[in-house]
């Protein structure tokens, strides 16, 4: 099923081409949000708040500020809102209006979702105890397999509520006995918090909203929705028991025309938001034509950014960092970018996302139409690109450093991977016989990808894939069960060439590659060299290099994570003709030969 690529989006995605040409590696930064002075919008109505606001006064002037939920109730699309500085501890707003938030001028306005609690109580055995009256217990989601992942995850984790002392967050505990410094439990039957740590002289937190804002898909305030979506920047969000933001539309229940959802908010623009501690998501967003941009997402638990059901959308310049870091759930699927449930024409580019060992980087999960990842940086991050159940994605002029793997394809067709530095992390190919017509733990959404026999046309070219003398897997592994082997005769690859191969290990047992095995306890069997490779795919790597106990010259500082190419790597100016589709959008015409994200210097 296609698409329309609407006007809006053909001018987005030439931009998107036009910065990739110029780029065609990671930039380098600035990433994350700038700190600037902003200009009082010169259109619409203005309402000024702070934190200690009249609700009394209208917010005309930045004398006479008033509070932040009054001056959501009177915004209409258009109109500002100017938030002076300092601690907004709010929650569960409510806003139907295309209307901007920013900061005044260099200040810093940070939304806060926790109250603090003054009034402990030493209740013997070195803990005190508080009574706390705003609780978020909650359960796993009903596909969270229970029987294999309690043991590492323990139910009490599900809640939502959290405890900050002097900003540092605590875990939580099952019981008592399980309290130590740094732990908290509650009694939701008798609504209290206990600590094992002296409150005094301490500043101390805990949740008192499950959100900060959701910009709702109907009425607000007295005004219907008008379908535009707001312009949120220069704002902090941080310490909400669920999410800071939500953006909401319509979510289909099964796999459907893009054109059945998407437009209930359309254009949202999010740019140099800080969103932090929230104990689920940083935000459920929504909507056609969104834009993120230079915001920083750190410490959510299972997801950072979380779209949905968009088309035409743009993630540019974020940092994404320690999504799933402090509970650390098992069977939970954490992703630090999720796109999710058919987006369309989803563009990430340049993007740091970086120290998430217990989530995936950018993940295209189920449905997903045409991605564009380019430019991006992956660092110490499972699954760095992952693309699942999906059609169609060009992942070009990325790094992928200490990931497990950098690149994984799974179940999926037509996703290009040209010219990626792949650091001690390695590219997986794989595709099973989950199908929508056989029963899925997940209901509909094997049906919303390619089905088995579609699940091939991918290529992998001109990259360049470099381990050192501790790693020890392989670069390229393929992998299919046996019940695709016996459907399906077409390979998952259609084109891999031109890519470069490099081991400093001078031990001979690592693989180069790693291809299914008939044996189901080592799913994997090695192949240790382009030859072998060549013998079991004839039309694979006719220009590919493999340099093997190799320590010369090759990055300008791996130690300080320069992945520039020196121009005497023996294989610098190595590479296979790319197809027209990379050539616009890499740097110029005809595109030089070289391996990897970075040209040789």
């Known amino acids: 099923m296609r698409y329309l690529i609407r006007p809006h989006f053909a001018l987005l995605f030439a931009l998107a081409a036009l910065q990739a040409a110029l780029f065609a590696a990671p930039s380098g930064g600035p990433y994350g949000p700038i700190q600037q002075s902003y200009e009082i919008p010169a259109e619409g109505a203005v309402f000024y708040v702070s ?204 796999y459907t025309s893009p054109e059945n959802f998407g437009k209930e908010v359309v254009g949202a623009t999010l740019e140099h938001l800080t969103i932090s501690h929230c104990s689920r998501v940083a935000g459920y967003f929504r909507g056609d ?24 959308l743009l993630l540019e310049r974020n940092i994404v960092t320690r999504t799933n870091s402090h509970e650390q759930f098992s069977g939970y699927y954490a992703s630090s970018v999720k796109i999710f449930n058919q987006s369309y024409n989803a563009v990430c580019r340049d993007n740091l996302i970086i120290d998430n060992p217990h989530a995936s980087g950018i993940w295209y999960d189920v449905g997903n ?117 016996e459907r399906v005769e077409t390979p998952q690859l259609e084109a891999m060439n031109g890519n470069v191969y490099a081991r400093t290990s001078s031990r001979g047992e690592q693989p180069l590659f790693a291809l299914s095995s008939a044996n189901a306890d080592e799913p994997f069997r090695p192949v240790h060299g382009l030859v072998e490779l060549r013998n079991e795919y004839p039309s694979f790597e006719d220009a590919g290099v493999e340099l093997l106990d190799y320590w010369g010259p090759l990055f300008k500082s791996k130690e300080l994570l320069n992945f520039e190419l020196l121009s005497d790597f023996p294989a610098a100016e190595h590479g296979a003709e790319l197809p027209a589709s990379a050539q616009n959008l890499w740097r110029k015409q005809p595109s030089p030969a070289f391996p990897g994200a970075y040209p040789p210097r």
């Open 51 to 254: 934190p200690d606001g009249d609700e009394r006064s209208e917010g005309a002037s930045i004398e006479s500020p008033t509070t932040l939920e009054n001056a959501i109730a009177q915004a209409s699309t258009g109109d500002a809102i100017v938030l002076r500085g300092g601690d907004y501890r709010v929650g569960s707003l409510r806003l139907s209006q295309g209307i901007v938030l920013q900061p005044y001028q260099s200040e810093r306005p940070v939304l806060k979702g926790t109250r603090i609690a003054r009034d402990w109580v030493e209740v013997g055995d070195g803990l005190w105890r508080t009574d706390w009256d705003t609780l978020f217990p909650a359960q796993p989601a009903d596909w969270w397999r229970r029987e294999r992942n309690v043991q590492r995850t323990p139910l009490h984790r599900f809640n939502n509520d959290m405890v900050f002392i002097d900003g540092q967050r605590l875990l939580s505990a099952g019981s008592l006995e399980e309290l130590s410094e740094g732990v908290f439990f509650i009694d939701y039957l008798e609504g209290t918090v206990t600590i094992a740590q002296d409150p005094s002289g301490k500043t101390i937190e805990i949740t008192a909203h499950n959100s900060a804002l959701t910009r709702t898909m109907r009425a607000a305030h007295g005004k219907a929705n008008d379908g535009i979506g707001p312009t949120i920047r220069g704002i902090t969000f941080t310490q909400y028991a669920r999410l800071a933001l939500e953006i909401e539309g319509i979510e289909p229940g099964e």
């Open 289 to 312: 034509n969104l834009t993120i941009r230079n915001c920083l997402i750190s410490d959510c638990g299972t997801e950072g950014i979380y779209v949905i059901n968009s088309a035409d």
């Open 369 to 485: 139409v045409d991605g564009l990842v380019v430019d991006n940086w992956f660092q110490n991050t499972n699954d760095g690109f992952f693309f699942e159940i999906s059609k169609g994605a060009i992942a070009m002029g990325n790094v992928f450093v200490n990931c497990s793997p950098g690149s994984r394809v799974l179940n999926s067709s037509g996703v290009k991977l040209y010219q990626n530095t792949y650091y001690n992390s390695r590219a997986e190919f794989i595709r099973t016989e989950r199908s929508h017509t056989a029963g899925d733990h997940f209901g509909w959404h094997a049906s919303s990808g390619p089905d088995v026999e579609e699940r091939h046309s991918h290529a992998f070219i001109n990259n360049l894939l470099h381990a050192d003398n501790h790693f020890e897997e392989s670069l390229v592994a393929f992998f299919e069960t046996p019940g695709v082997t």
